[in-house]
Nanobody, 122 residues
Framework: QVQLVESGGGLVQPGGSLRLSCAAS?????????MGWYRQAPGKQRELVAA???????NYADSVKGRFTISRDNGKNTVYLQMNSLKVEDTAVYYC???????????????WGQGTQVTVSS
């Protein structure tokens, strides 16, 4: 199994910034392909916020373009989400997602973090 642990969430005022981190680890050697950040607000469906491939290609939800930046450090098996100019509507639980496989297998699968709360409020 591959574990994903998010950190960096919290309470921030509109216009503020937060940086989320997600570190992947396993008891066995593993390979990560794409990684992404999803979010889910109460009563709403989970949505993709940003994604990044192993080569660094990125894509973003239209609602966050120009404000959020996704990046990764492959050596540290970590993906980041820099969130600037935060809005109230960004409030949600943010989940890290990774497509990964153990080195001893050929099966790729999705892994999910436990989520970190981001609250934007004045």
């Amino acid at each position: 199994q591959v574990q994903l642990v998010e950190s960096g969430g919290g309470l921030v005022q509109p216009g503020g910034s937060l940086r989320l981190s997600c570190a992947a680890s396993s008891g066995s050697s593993f390979i990560i392909n794409a990684m992404g950040w999803y979010r889910q607000a109460p009563g709403k469906q989970r949505e993709l916020v940003a994604a990044i491939t192993s080569g660094g290609s990125t894509n973003y939800a239209d609602s966050v373009k120009g404000r959020f930046t996704i990046s990764r450090d492959n050596g540290k098996n970590t993906v980041y989400l820099q969130m600037n100019s935060l809005k109230v509507e960004d409030t949600a639980v943010y989940y890290c997602n990774a497509v990964a496989r153990l080195l001893v297998t050929s099966r790729w699968r999705d892994y999910w973090g436990q989520g970190t709360q981001v609250t934007v409020s004045s």
